[in-house]
């Protein structure tokens, strides 16, 4: 497949004499770079980025302020965030259709057990950490343990988590959403962790921008510099080939699921902190965000390829879509419909991206 | 031969000329009432290349399970270093130096060529315990010229690469990993002929660095090249057991392919050839 000659004359070349063994195999060219950068699996949702970039900035003036890019950009990092642990996920080839609700479950938890309990805010955030990565723990550990797809069991956990959410919301508050949290103590401390704003050269952004910016860096590093990234690769390209050469894949694949839990409680917490009040309903269907983004950024859906970086211009092309439709003051009827016409487009070119690159 | 050669060479061994490192005893695995294997008894050692042979179904991928530390045995003992073993996982067997090369070579077609060879044991170096890509890209360099063959991008997925560059790199990683014993789940099935010669001369060179090869394949021919002893299964059997100055290349072929079954389906297909003889000569003239 690879070694096949480039040219024709080159091949010519093998069918007569041997060529000398220890020289370069001549029938390999040397890659050129537009092929290296174009194996780069987020290649596809770059492009995209920049075509609805540019299509915004001039379709709608208000796209142009910088205060409408702090609101692309906080809209971008409440995707990305998730988008994140769910392309690590993905990548080590498996789903979280939890997802989701596993956010509002998070801050449930914290408000209801600080209110409830009359704790200190931290304690809450506390004991929905220790739930939300319990909750990835259990989806993982199911997971390896009964080898049922990923899809079927985080699609029962999906549904356990959105029935508790509105049934134990309904029990201990008597509604459908929690009490308002904000005079009790510890919350300005937690808010200003989770859900402040930060001034920038005059304009507002959230801290959430920031440390979704922070997440992705270190998920890259973590991917392409660490010994465990490598694992995630294997385990997702091909599990039973990295057993056989000594990886983990059970402790890989839960702790991927662990993880999508940790960042299921950040966000959650943001929130919380944002809004002081958490609806029991939320959270339906965000699953599929978090996936769209992470496959628009280049992660295929069978595993073992797609980078952090690559979702997070996907949750970025979501950001400008879901704000340059309003900005452009078109209908937000057809937001949806984008969607699903971005989701396929990326998916083909991503498919096309990685067969050529696997060919040069 | 190779054996000799291997032992005069290794000056510090006075004792044995070979040392065993591997033998199984009275061997079995059963699957439920399936019994894949029953009564197999194989000795591994330093500097030979023990070649395992039989048909499909013989066994013999029950046999490497076994030894890569797949499965459990369920019967015998699987002696290591003289030390009885069950091995629980691939990890125990890799500890204790038995590498094993499987027909889809575990690696990943979509990892570079040196995340692949480093997969599962990745070098790392600094504080932070960062991957050495580096180091490792200039092993596998260095690595991979020793067998000859030059890959000029080792980002290159392994993937794209041909059938006998993958197996050669699957190779190389296990000797390089310091394995002991290598175990070869037919290395040869899929190559051509260049390739095979290739693949074939590797497994020679391995044995002569004082590994102990197990080389399982269906190709009497490849395994008289290379082998010193030779033991067929037969539906989960030993069939046939004897070294290499006990057995003959054609007595192998013979045992290999049945024997006298061979002889029946040659009687059996004796006329049709003879009539494509004739036809050809038609054809001819």
Redesign the interface.
Known sequence: ???TAPSPAAAGSTGGATPP?A???DR????PLVA?LLSRPEVGSVLGAVVIFVLFLVVAPVFRNPASQGTVLYTSSTIGIMAVSVALLMIGGEFDLSAGVAVTTSGLTASMTAYQLGLNVWVGVFIALVVSVGIGAFNGWLLMRTGLPSFIITLGTFFMLTGLNLGVTRLVADGVSTQNISDMEGFASAKAVFASTVSVGGVNIQITVFWWLLLVAVSTWFL????A???V??VG??P????????PVRKTKIGLFMFVGFTAWFLGMHTLFNFNVVQSGQGIGNEFLYIIAAVVGGC?MTG??GSTIGAAVGAFIFGMTVNGIVYAAWNPDWFRLFLGVMLLLATIVNLVVKTQ???R | MAVSRASTATVVEPTSPVSEIVSLREVGKSYGNVHALRGVSLVVRQGEVTCVLGDNGAGKSTLIKILAGLHAHSEGEVVINGEPVTFSSPREALERGIATVYQDLALVPLMSIWRNFFMGAELRKGPFRMLDVATMKGIVADELLKMGIDVPDLDRPVGGLSGGQRQCIAIARAVYFGAKVLILDEPTAALGVKQSGVVLKYVARARDAGLGVVFITHNPHHAYLVGNHFVILNRGRVSLDGSRAEISLERLTNEMAGGAELEALGHELGASVKQMEEGAQLHAS
């Open positions: 497949m690879a070694t063994p020289t370069r195999d390999v060219g040397k890659r290296t392409l510099r660490t010994r990234g490598n694992w690769f294997a390209g091909d039973k080939a990295s057993r056989a050469v000594g990886v295929l073992g390829y690159a696997e060919k």
